[in-house]
């Protein structure tokens, strides 16, 4: 039986922390290592143009985000692992696929509203299409699903959409993509837990994967833990969902005891948390950094995985080309 695809990306924008990996990376891993689906996994450095990021910031971000990507667990022997510009079909497809979508759709998707916010004086034409080539990315291996969070759902329905479209028009070919909605632990800011944790908000809000013991020691000895905003203390929940993702079993439940009954001591659970996070990402430090010492090999595993998906997604375009009737 034919396996399903799974097709999905990350922009080399920053760093990986620990939100990203709780939120998408992880679960990229445990699907890949169930072994029931086909996975295509890529660095999307075509929708990082769409920010601010210098040329030379954008090259060394690609091979640290490619170099993380395996060290904490995507392996290119069992996913098809790759930089998206080094399959130009992307970009040839996402054309064909702005030829079909109207453009009020993009004007509803919210994250355009979103990032032009963030952006005021860098407003370009990729921030409103880029929808388009995600749904290129997607359509270019027939992708059957794609993993997101619940504030992805709309642009997976969008990539459902176009395949409809292109089908109406000149005849079924693309599958209608679902989402797999994924239980994502929301992981906050560790200055202002009251925010989803990001790398926007300033480097002592966010923990990076290789961020060294003594930083991940200074960050956590920061994070707010009383707050006055809403109802209980979202520093402290924060801190108790890290010790139960990373840290020991017996150790979480008996400082989740402690918050019930009002004895427990917040710099003994900052420390608990920081002592898990730098143990359990110790291979991934050096992993990531003897991956980076070699950026030949990193670039030649990066060469292999476009090799490998480009025959599909060549196969794709020629097919596409003979049905829109440029060939």
Known sequence: MKKQVIVSGIQPTGN????NYLGTIKNWVELQNSGKYEMYIFIADLHSLTGNMSPEDRRAQILRTSAELIAVGIDPNKTTFFIQSHVQEHTELSWVFNCVTPISELYRMTQFKDKSDRQEKNINSGLLTYPILQAADILLYHGDIVPVGQDQIQHVELT????RWFNNRFGK????????????SKVMSLLDPNKKMSKSLGSGHVIELNDEPEVVMKKLSKAVTATFVGEGAPGVQNLL?????FGDQNIYQDFLTA????????????????EAIVN????????RAELLS????LNEILQKGADKARPVAQKTM???RKMVGIR
């Open 160 to 163: 459902r959409d176009t395949a």
């Open 280 to 287: 359990y990402f110790a291979d991934f430090r050096q992993k």
């Open 318 to 320: 020629e097919e596409v």
């Open 173 to 184: 070919y693309f599958p209608e993509t679902k989402h797999l909605l994924t239980k994502i």
């Open 294 to 297: 070699d950026e030949n090999k």
């Open 241 to 245: 969902l890290l010790l139960n993702e």
């Open 259 to 274: 918050e019930i009954d009002g004895t427990i001591r917040y710099g003994e659970l900052k420390k608990a948390v920081a």
């Open 16 to 19: 990986i922390h620990i939100g």
